[in-house]
């Protein structure tokens, strides 16, 4: 099992999002893809809301791999995205000197597909001294068998294997001042909690006053973006 030193906090961790690229997402089955990039794009507006710095990288974007997801450069228009030669994110100098750069010894990562793109990095950056959370729901592989094996391996290496939603939690830490990021992200990419949401905004008394201080406009229903 593995002790994180302490609780991720917008201060101290930094997100790699590694080849999330088109091509990629349309072979990788292991998730609905609905799903996957929604959990992609709830993941990425965390790291926006809490103002966290973000390093993007794509492999052979050329080829069938294809050119990062548009709505992430939209998201981070100010990001450059860190086109690499080599398989391993950790082994390309451009793409380990971004990280050290931020300064930041908590990494949060997620890419496609989970047992190269996000394993390879993870156990590297682990090997030089990092914390590692891996955003498995925000990853995506051929088939569940090699997530389960992959989960495995990185959980063995010292990896923190996580989800989008927890790591949204963790970092909110405190709902009095943080879960206008919790109700909205929820709501936008979360199926189950925009019906939730959409039904408790229909009938509460206080409706108006949790829909202004989670930032929503007009009437429910609540609109999905991302889907």
Not at 139 to 160: E, H, S, W
Request: proline letters at 7%.
């Amino acid at each position: 099992m593995t002790l994180p030193a302490s609780e991720l906090t917008p201060d101290n961790c930094a997100f790699l999002m590694i080849d999330h690229q088109v091509g990629l997402m349309q072979f990788l089955s292991s998730i609905d893809p609905m799903q996957l990039k929604n959990n992609i794009l709830g993941h990425a507006k965390t790291a926006r809301a809490f103002d966290i710095p973000v390093i993007m990288g794509t492999s052979w974007p050329m080829g069938p791999n294809g050119p990062t997801m548009p709505e992430l450069k939209a998201l981070f228009p100010d990001v450059d995205v860190i086109d690499r030669p080599v398989v391993n994110f950790w082994n390309d100098d451009t793409s380990r000197q971004a990280v050290e750069a931020t300064g930041r010894k908590k990494l949060v990562i997620s890419g496609l597909a989970t047992e190269v793109c996000a394993a390879f990095p993870a156990i590297s950056a682990l090997r030089d001294g990092y914390e590692v959370y891996v955003v498995i729901d925000a990853c995506a592989d051929f088939n569940p068998m090699i997530t389960d094996v992959t989960t495995q391996r990185l959980a063995a290496a010292g990896a923190i294997v996580t989800t989008w939603v927890a790591v949204l939690a963790e970092l909110a830490a405190n709902t009095e001042v943080n879960g206008k990021h919790i109700g909205l992200l929820l709501s936008e990419h979360m199926g189950q909690y925009y019906a939730a949401m959409n039904g408790f905004l229909g009938v509460s008394p206080n409706a108006d006053a949790v829909r202004k201080g989670i930032g929503l406009t007009g009437e429910p229903p609540i609109p999905m973006t991302g889907l």
